[in-house]
């Protein structure tokens, strides 16, 4: 998926084609301009992205074998959250309605972890099975 299918995927939520680029443009230049500055931007649900500062080190010329200095550099990174990494290990937990990175209620994380646990551990443990059975 790419920005101009997020704008289509967008569209009907948003109410119109130019709202949705309008609405991802400005979320991309938010996160991009705090990120530069310094700051983490945190989204609940989904993720955090931040700055990292790399140290100045030696590299190697694949080529040569020479040695190469790499001047010290800023990054961006990102760190997928709790929900978003469980998601991707177990696509079956996506709610059926409503949005996947939503905010859950005062004291419910600690149920839906429990819950997403119980069932990737079942799915691994259903796997092991599977595969003892074709061996």
């Known amino acids: 998926m790419n920005k101009a299918d997020l704008v289509d995927a967008l569209e ?3 109410g ?4 949705a680029a309008d609405a991802i443009e400005a979320l991309f230049d938010i996160i991009i301009r705090e990120v530069a500055a310094g700051g983490k931007v945190g989204i609940t649900g989904f993720g955090t992205f931040e700055r990292v500062d790399r140290a100045a080190r030696t590299g190697r010329n694949p080529r040569t074998g ?3 200095k790499i001047e010290s550099t800023a990054v961006p ?3 997928p959250g709790t929900a978003f990494k469980m998601y991707v290990a177990e696509p079956a937990t996506l709610p059926k309605a ?3 990175a939503a905010r859950a209620a005062a004291g419910t994380a600690a149920q839906v972890r429990a819950q997403a646990e119980a069932i990737i551990a079942a799915g691994k ?3 092991k099975t599977q595969r ?3 061996a």
Do not use: T
Request: proline residues 5%.
């Open 12 to 14: 009907d939520r948003l």
């Open 16 to 19: 119109g084609k130019k709202a």
């Open 66 to 68: 020479d040695s190469v």
């Open 77 to 79: 990174k990102f760190r």
């Open 98 to 100: 409503g949005p996947a």
């Open 125 to 127: 443990a259903r796997g």
């Open 132 to 134: 003892a059975k074709s």
